[in-house]
C-alpha cells in the first residue's frame, strides 16, 4: 500500500497555473490582489483530493480534518468545504477572466459528483480512497452493483447543515458557467445536477416539507398528512432515543436552504417545476406555523407536524432562531412572488416576540409548549429550566439565549410593509444600478482597500492564510474559511476596479 501522502499527492487534479502576470488594471494594487488571488488559490488547489477540500489543515499537513478529522483520500461537503471553495473558485474565475479558476471550480464539481450518492445527494465527506468508496451506494454504481450489495451500503442524502444543497448549487452554477454543449466533463456534470435536483424534488414530502436525511426511497403519502401544525396533548419529557431523520427539520435552516437551491435552479435552467417546488416548501412553513397562544415554529416536527425530539438536547418546544429563520424566508418568498400569504403569519408571530422575551432584546432558544417557560436541553435527553443546570460542555457549546436576530427582522418586515413590493424592488434595482456605476464602484474599491492590503499582508510565502481551527486544534492552520474570507475581499475588490 502507498503511503498517506504520496496517495493524496496521486489524488490532487494537475491545477492548471493560473496567471503570473497581472491583466492591466487601473492601480498597483489590483495588480497585487491578482496576484495574491492566484498564489493562494494555486496552494489550497495543491491540497485537494479529487478536485475536492477539506475544512483545515495543519501546517505541516500531518493533520487535516472536516467537521471531524480526516484522511488525505477524504473531502468534506458541507460548508467550508468542497461546494464552498467551488464558488469561490467561479467567482474568482468571473472577476478575473481567469480559465484556470473556471478549471478549479469544475474539478471541485466533479469530485462531488463523483461522491454524489443514488439517493442523490451526499454523506458529510466523499472518500476517493477505492477499498473506503465502496461503503457508499453512489449514483454511479446503478447498474454495477447487485440489489443485495447496494442494501449494505451508506445511502443517506443529508439536508441538515446545507450539505447536499450546497453542492447542488455548485452544480448549477457550474454548468451555468462551463462551455455548452461542452465535453465529456461539462456532461458529466449537468447529469450530476439534473439527478440531484430530480431526486431532491423526490425527497419532498406531501406538504411541501423535506426530511432532515433521506434514504432515497419514496415514503407513503398517508403517513405524511397534509395538516396544519399542532401541540400535542402530551409527548415523552425525557428523550426517547428515536431516529429523527425522517422529521421535517428547521434546524440549521434546513428548509430555506431546500428552497432557495431550487429558486436558484429554476432561474439557471428555466424548469418551471424547480420553483413550484420552492413555493410548496414555503408553504410548507404556512402549514407549520403553530397555534396560538404560540404561533411560531418548532426546530424539528414529526410526521403528524407536531413537535417532536431530535437530539437528546433538543426536545419538542417552539424556538425563536428557527422562527426568524421562518419568517425571513417568508418575507423573503412575498417579495419573490408578490403573494400575501407569506406575510400573513408575521404579525402574530412578532407578537409572540414581544411577549417572549427573557430580558430586553434577549430571548431564549426554546419555549415549552404550552407554558411558553424557557426550557434548556442536555446530553442527558432531560428537560432542564435553568442555564445554570447544563453541563459546562453543552452550555458553552451550543446557542441557548441571544437576540437571535429578531430586530433585524422587525425591520424586514416594517420595510416591506411600509414601502410596498414594488417600491422596495425598485429600491433594490436602484442600489444594484448605484453600486454599479462608476461612482459606486470607486466608492467600493476605496472602502476596500484596507481589507485587501490586510488579506495580502496575512498571505505567507508559501500562498497560505493560516486562521483559527476551531476549539479541536490548537495554533493557527491552513482553513477554508480563512481563504474564502480573503478570497472574497480580492475578489471584491478586482470586480470594483475592473475596467
Known amino acids: ?23 492591466p488594471s487601473p492601480s498597483p494594487l489590483a495588480a497585487e490582489a491578482r496576484a495574491g488571488l492566484a498564489r493562494a488559490t494555486a496552494f489550497l488547489r495543491g491540497l485537494s483530493a479529487g478536485g475536492g477540500y477539506l475544512w483545515r489543515y495543519s501546517p505541516d499537513l500531518r493533520e487535516r480534518a472536516g467537521e ?35 478549471d478549479a471550480a469544475q474539478a471541485a464539481a466533479d469530485a462531488l459528483a463523483t461522491g454524489q450518492l443514488e439517493s442523490g445527494g451526499w454523506d458529510y465527506l466523499i472518500d476517493f480512497d477505492p477499498a473506503q468508496a465502496s461503503a457508499w451506494y453512489r449514483r454511479t454504481d446503478i447498474g454495477r452493483i447487485s440489489p443485495a450489495e447496494a442494501a449494505k451500503r451508506k445511502n443517506t442524502t ?31 456534470l449537468r447529469a450530476a445536477r439534473d439527478y440531484g435536483l430530480r431526486r431532491l424534488l423526490e425527497a419532498q414530502r406531501p406538504n411541501g416539507g423535506w426530511p432532515q ?40 435552516h434546513t428548509q430555506r436552504d431546500c428552497v432557495l437551491t431550487l429558486l436558484e435552479a429554476a432561474r439557471a435552467t428555466g424548469n418551471a417545476e424547480y420553483r413550484a417546488a420552492a413555493l410548496r416548501g414555503a408553504d410548507f412553513l404556512l402549514l407549520a406555523q403553530l397555534p396560538e397562544p404560540q404561533p411560531v415554529w418548532a426546530q424539528q416536527y414529526n410526521p403528524q407536524l407536531e413537535p417532536a425530539w431530535a437530539r437528546a438536547f433538543e426536545p419538542p418546544s417552539v424556538c425563536s432562531s428557527e422562527s426568524v429563520g421562518a419568517l425571513r424566508l417568508l418575507i423573503e418568498m412575498h417579495v419573490e412572488t408578490g403573494d400575501a400569504r407569506y406575510l400573513a403569519p408575521v404579525p402574530r408571530a412578532l407578537a409572540w416576540f414581544d411577549r417572549s422575551e427573557i ?22 435527553g432531560r428537560i432542564k429550566y435553568r442555564l445554570e443546570d447544563l453541563s459546562e460542555e453543552r452550555r458553552t457549546g451550543y446557542s ?16 416591506v410593509r411600509e414601502r410596498g413590493r414594488d417600491a422596495l424592488l425598485a429600491k433594490r434595482r436602484a442600489a444594484e444600478e448605484k453600486a454599479r456605476s462608476a461612482a459606486g464602484r470607486a466608492a467600493q474599491a476605496r472602502a476596500l482597500e484596507p481589507k485587501v492590503r490586510a488579506a495580502l499582508a496575512a498571505l505567507d510565502a508559501e500562498g497560505r492564510w493560516l486562521g483559527p481551527a476551531g476549539r479541536r486544534s ?7 474559511s480563512a481563504y474564502l474570507a480573503n478570497a472574497r475581499v480580492l475578489c471584491d475588490y478586482l470586480e470594483a476596479v475592473r475596467p
Open 1 to 23: 500500500m502507498r503511503p498517506a501522502h504520496v496517495l493524496a499527492l496521486a489524488l490532487t487534479l494537475a491545477a492548471p497555473a493560473f496567471a503570473a502576470a497581472p491583466a
Open 213 to 252: 436525511r433521506w434514504n432515497g426511497q419514496r415514503v407513503d403519502p398517508a403517513a405524511y398528512p397534509v395538516r396544519p401544525a399542532r401541540i400535542p396533548a402530551d409527548y415523552p419529557r425525557e428523550h426517547p432515543k428515536t431516529n429523527y431523520n425522517g422529521h421535517y427539520t428547521l434546524n440549521d
Open 474 to 480: 490548537a495554533g493557527p492552520w491552513i482553513t477554508t
Open 400 to 415: 441557548w439565549e441571544s437576540d437571535y436576530g429578531v430586530p433585524g427582522l422587525r425591520r424586514q418586515y416594517e420595510e
Open 158 to 188: 443529508t439536508f441538515d447543515d446545507d450539505n447536499t444543497q450546497s453542492a447542488l448549487r455548485l452544480l448549477v452554477a457550474v454548468v451555468a458557467a462551463s462551455p455548452s454543449p461542452g465535453g465529456e466533463r461539462e456532461a458529466r
Open 68 to 102: 471531524n478529522p480526516a484522511t488525505p483520500t477524504q473531502v468534506w461537503v458541507q460548508p467550508p468545504g468542497t461546494p464552498s471553495v467551488g464558488q469561490a473558485f467561479l467567482r474568482a474565475w468571473e472577476v478575473t477572466g481567469d480559465p484556470a479558476y473556471l
Open 359 to 380: 430580558a430586553p432584546g434577549r430571548w431564549a432558544r426554546m419555549y415549552e409548549l404550552g407554558t411558553n417557560r424557557p426550557v434548556y436541553g442536555d446530553r442527558d
